[in-house]
């Protein structure tokens, strides 16, 4: 049976849930905890902890509804083999990728800091992605992953908004699938980097795909549920 969010913007969006797959991209400690990644970019990580509490209620009813879920990690291994110079290189941060820091080497698969944040960790049947780009389908086997289980839509949550989601929502929406993005599970360092992504995402008859409060989704499910 479709499942319908009427309230989505810009119009309403309709999935079923055999087909739907939850993707929450990098809610690791790198990036939501002082001493990682974000932090070392010159960033205040406390501004992403606000989405945790409506990113843990969707993950929980996606669940019990019978959902799949895709966990996503930004990781590199640790001979830094799938770390392209330019990106290691690029700016001035305080550690680069590689370095020791206070959660172990910064951005390295299997580093505490690498680690999805306890209130999100993945459960047994979930599927795990180590990504060495922003793009959750880049270098990755996600598309294939996706294709073997016959999904074809994609319910977004995750940080960065401007960065690592809307690259995996932009490399999704390319690849055919149908793409909403959880507005309050969805967090950036910069606001107006935020608010500009979800306008940018909906514009123009949803180029690159949808948006909703989690609430919506919530009630979505609630209701096919009943
Ligand atoms: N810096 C920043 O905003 N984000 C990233 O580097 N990666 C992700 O968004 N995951």
């Not at 969010?5 to 400690?29: C, H, K, N």
């Not at 995996?168 to 149908?178: F, I, K, L, P």
């Not at 995402?201 to 180029?207: L, T």
Request: proline residues 6%; charged residues 20%; negative net charge.
């Amino acid at each position: 049976m479709r499942i319908g969010i009427e309230a989505a913007a810009p119009f309403p969006y309709g999935f079923e849930l055999a087909s739907t797959a939850l993707v929450l991209i990098d809610m690791q400690r790198d990036f939501m905890e002082p001493g990682g990644f974000g932090e070392t970019l010159g960033n205040d990580v406390s501004l992403l902890q606000a989405i945790v509490p409506a990113t843990r209620k969707v993950l929980q009813a996606w669940r019990a509804a019978g959902g799949l879920v895709v966990h996503t990690r930004e990781a590199h291994a640790a001979d830094l083999s799938d770390c392209p110079p330019a990106k290691r290189n690029r700016g001035k941060p305080a550690l680069r990728i590689g370095d020791e820091g206070p959660m172990g080497r910064i951005l390295v698969a299997g580093e505490p800091g690498n680690q999805i944040i306890e209130a999100l960790a993945p459960i047994d049947g979930e599927i795990v992605i180590d990504k060495p780009g922003k793009g959750a389908f880049y270098a990755t086997g996600l598309h294939e992953l996706l294709q073997q289980r016959g999904i074809t839509h994609l319910l977004f949550g995750g940080v960065t908004t401007e960065v690592c989601v809307q690259t995996s929502m932009r490399e999704a929406n390319d690849r055919g699938y149908d793409c909403l993005l959880l507005e309050d599970c969805t967090e950036s360092y910069f606001p107006a980097f935020k608010a500009a992504t979800l306008d940018m995402v909906r514009a123009q008859g949803a180029i690159v795909g949808w948006t909703a409060p989690s609430a919506a989704l919530l009630a979505a499910l609630l209701n096919h549920a009943a």
